[in-house]
């Protein structure tokens, strides 16, 4: 069983950058495709990015591309969002989530989940 615990979450002003950490335990972090979703109060969960198993590949959602940046350190176990230039629109519950698939995944192929950071982007 794969635990995911986010931190790195907070209040910024709108143009400020931010990372946010996943620490990754019980599982082998290297066999599973990482990603960031987020959700903001009333709407669905949205994706956010995912990195493969050896990082050498990621992908995006639309809204965040050119802006956020996912990476993974495969010997602590650990995935990265980095964040610039935040928007009021990003302020949202961040997740993290794992998956032994690849690819542009359903989200109910993502197999483990974090219970989320908060991140406030005040305009």
């Known amino acids: 069983q794969v635990q995911l615990v986010e931190s790195g979450g907070g209040l910024v002003q709108a143009g400020a950058s931010l990372r946010l950490s996943c620490a990754a335990s019980?599982?082998?972090?290297?066999?599973?495709?990482m990603g960031w979703f987020r959700q903001a109060p009333g709407k669905e969960r949205e994706f956010v990015a995912a990195?493969?198993?050896?990082?050498?590949?990621?992908y995006y959602g639309d809204s965040v591309k050119g802006r956020f940046t996912i990476s993974r350190d495969n010997v602590k176990n650990m995935v990265y969002l980095q964040m610039s230039s935040l928007k009021s629109e990003d302020t949202s519950v961040y997740y993290c989530?794992?998956?032994?698939?690849?690819?542009?995944?359903?989200?109910?192929?993502?197999?483990?989940w974090g219970q989320g950071t908060q991140v406030t982007v005040s305009s």
């Open positions: 989530a794992a998956s032994t698939l690849w690819g542009p995944l359903q989200e109910r192929e993502w197999h483990y």
């Open positions: 990195i493969s198993l050896s990082g050498g590949s990621t």
């Open positions: 019980g599982g082998a972090f290297s066999s599973f495709t």
